[in-house]
Structures are given as structure tokens and as C-alpha cells.
């Protein structure tokens, strides 16, 4: 299967990529399936596509790349929902605000995109944790 991104050209993929989302993301309730690749030229960054519609695409991090003691705590619902067996099925994206000054660069810490890499299932969280952003500089001066 093919998909024409706005931003991002052609994506090829195939039906055991589809990430689902019951409950879609939010400001995107509505789109439920997701593909996630590799931005062309960054190992860092990668895309969560939604496979409905080839405008939505959000561009996503590998916290741990960046922030060290960065901490996430899935709880037994989600977990449940999830159908997480173990941590190693577990991927967890924050999503990316790009700007063409690098010290402007944030990510969401608040509310990490959590995935079932296995069973292909996704959610996007809230964490309660108070020293977590929704704008936290991406790369320190």
C-alpha cells in the first residue's frame, strides 16, 4: 500500500504496520490508524502518519535519545488495553515542535505516545508529573 504524505512524498507500507489507536490522538479523535518511519536524513526524528489522511502527520522523538532520566509509568489499564506483555514491546514517542532555530526545538513530554510495537496498539497519555512540559526545549545551550 502506498500513501501520499503532504510533507513527506510517498510512503510505502504494508497492513502489519498500521498502528491502531482506539481512541485516536487527541486534536485527532477522529483517525485511529497511524504508520511511524523514519524522517529521511535524522535517525532522531520519525513520522506518525495517519493512513486516513495525508495531511496528518506529527513529527515524534525516542525520548530516551535525548533525556536521560526521563520516566514513564504505564498503569495495569493501560497495560491491559495496550496488551504490553513485557517492557520491550513498549515504544515510546513525544511529539515534536519543529523551528528553524534548533534552541526553539520542544517536545511534549507531558504526553508521551505509547505503542505496542507487537500488537501494533497505540494511546497517547497524560503523565502526572509536574517537572514534565508540554514545551521542553529539545536541546539544551
Known amino acids: 500500500m502506498k500513501i501520499e504524505t503532504k510533507y513527506h512524498g510517498t510512503v510505502e507500507y ?3 504496520d498500521i498502528i491502531a489507536f482506539k481512541k485516536g490522538l487527541p486534536g485527532f479523535e477522529e483517525f485511529h490508524k497511524f504508520i511511524v518511519f523514519p524522517l529521511e536524513d535524522n535517525p532522531y526524528f520519525k513520522i506518525l502518519q495517519s493512513v486516513k489522511s495525508p495531511e496528518i502527520g506529527l513529527v515524534a522523538a525516542n525520548p530516551f535519545d535525548f533525556i536521560e532520566d526521563y520516566e514513564v509509568s504505564l498503569s495495569n489499564d493501560l497495560q491491559k488495553d495496550l496488551e504490553v506483555e513485557k517492557p520491550e514491546d513498549v515504544l515510546i514517542l513525544n511529539t515534536v515542535t519543529l523551528n528553524s532555530e534548533v534552541s ?3 517536545t511534549n513530554l507531558k504526553a508521551p505516545i505509547v505503542i505496542n510495537i507487537n500488537k501494533k496498539l497505540g494511546e497517547q497519555i497524560i503523565l502526572d508529573n509536574e517537572k514534565y512540559s508540554i514545551k521542553h ?5
Open 14 to 16: 504494508e497492513e502489519k
Open 137 to 141: 526545549p529539545l536541546v539544551r545551550e
Open 104 to 106: 526553539k526545538i520542544t
